[in-house]
């Protein structure tokens, strides 16, 4: 594996631990809104794949 692609995976799971941590802290503290992190998560990884499925 590629010093590149071993970063980018890395990257990719620090982004994913943040995330989680941040929704779950929004939940515990009751706040509403808390799904928002994981949506734009859910957005910004599946967006580009829907995309190139979809050969726009």
Excluded: C
Excluded at 2 to 25: K, N, R
Excluded at 30 to 50: D, K
């Amino acid at each position: 594996m590629s010093g590149e692609m071993i970063q980018l995976v890395a990257m990719a799971g620090l982004f994913l631990v943040i995330t989680i941590v941040g929704s779950v802290a929004l939940y515990r503290a009751g706040r509403p809104g808390w799904w928002l992190p994981i949506l734009f998560m859910v957005l910004l990884i599946g967006w580009p794949l829907l995309r190139q499925a979809l050969g726009w």
